[in-house]
């Protein structure tokens, strides 16, 4: 029997970052097959001032519950593929993770 794990994506992003609407278009292709929360994150509004010195030069970056998943790109296949382990197992399969 499959597992109910649910599933929250944070999305770091700008207004004026062109590889996060790639990002997000990848994330809304995915979500048509796996359902899961989005959460966006702009890192230049002012009460994300802690992303934006973390992420400013790496953004669009990708949270799994709150754990980083990958930066500069989001693939389709990859992030389908960590989100039905996830379903799974709960877990986020180390070897998907992108290193921060």
């Known amino acids: 029997m499959a597992s109910t794990n649910r599933i929250i994506l944070t999305l770091f992003t700008s207004k004026s970052c062109s590889l996060c609407i790639d ?13 899961f929360d989005l ?6 509004h002012s009460e994300n001032s802690v992303w934006f010195h973390k992420y400013k030069y790496d953004i669009p970056v990708l949270h799994l519950n709150n754990q ?7 693939k389709k296949d990859k992030l389908e593929l960590v989100l039905k382990k996830f379903q799974e197992t709960g877990k986020i399969p180390s070897e998907f993770i992108d290193e921060e």
């Open 39 to 44: 959460i966006q994150k702009d890192i230049k």
């Open 23 to 35: 990002a997000k278009y990848t994330i809304d292709q995915v979500r048509n097959k796996i359902p």
């Open 68 to 74: 980083f998943l990958f930066k500069h790109k989001v």
